[in-house]
């Protein structure tokens, strides 16, 4: 079954660029899908399928993926993007599918 | 609009089942999609729990397929989640979330519900 590493953290300043890894042995076969989380509330897709937006997600959202390394990508990130992000994919040759990585706290300073 | 919503008991005792049903409004449950359970313990990531579709094909997260029933009820457009054996390490926040079936992400979410397990 897949095991996803993200970063604990990532630290960046308001208007820079945020970028948060997700590193896997079978990503490079299978869409990788990410959230955002804030306090208190329900995760949000923010990325699907490795680099689509859905509706009503800011263009400042991106993600790409290369070999076993997925990238969520943050633009010109502001103060109301620090929250929890997770990856997630479906590994449908497992026994154990649906799995996310553990998170990563993005903080703005 | 597609809401969904979670309902249920906000504590159970130790070694019972808890039981929680999922209200999806602005969309029918039994138009091809699935509909998944995922908790998230205080302070810690998500665990994706099982992912079932209208017509009963089904994904459950091996370490709790044994203690894990899921259900879907067209007629109330209601999906439910029951867990025995419950343990404090089953306390979380609940989320039911609806899953194109093609690729399995998570679209829709509803706003989840907190569950204590006492010993």
């Known amino acids: 079954s897949s095991i996803l590493t993200q970063p604990p953290s990532v630290s960046v300043a308001p208007g820079e660029t945020a970028r948060i890894s997700c590193g896997g042995d079978n990503i490079r076969s299978q869409g990788v899908h990410w959230y955002q989380q804030k306090p208190g509330q329900a995760p949000v897709l923010v990325v699907c399928?490795?680099?689509d937006r859905p509706s009503g997600i800011p263009e400042r959202f991106s993600g790409s993926s290369s070999g076993n390394m997925a990238t969520l990508t943050i633009s010109r990130v502001e103060a109301g993007d620090e929250a929890d992000y997770y990856c997630q994919v479906w590994d449908s040759s497992g026994d154990h599918p649906g799995v996310f990585g553990g998170g990563t706290k993005l903080t703005v300073l | 609009q597609v809401q969904l919503q979670e309902s249920g008991p906000g504590l159970v005792k130790s070694s019972e089942t808890l039981s929680l049903t999922c209200t999806v409004s602005g969309f029918s449950i039994s138009r091809g999609y699935y509909w998944a359970w995922i908790r998230q313990p205080p302070g810690k990531g998500l665990e994706w729990i099982g992912s079932l579709s209208h017509s009963g094909r089904s994904y459950y997260n091996p370490s709790l397929k044994s203690r894990v029933t899921m259900s879907v009820d067209t007629s109330k457009n209601q999906m439910s989640l029951k867990l025995n054996s419950a343990t404090a390490a089953d306390t979380a926040v609940y989320y039911c979330?609806?899953?194109?079936?093609?690729?399995?992400?998570?679209?829709?979410w509803g706003q989840g519900t907190l569950v204590a397990v006492s010993s």
């Open positions: 399928d490795d680099s």
């Open positions: 979330a609806r899953v194109p079936a093609e690729t399995h992400y998570f679209d829709y």
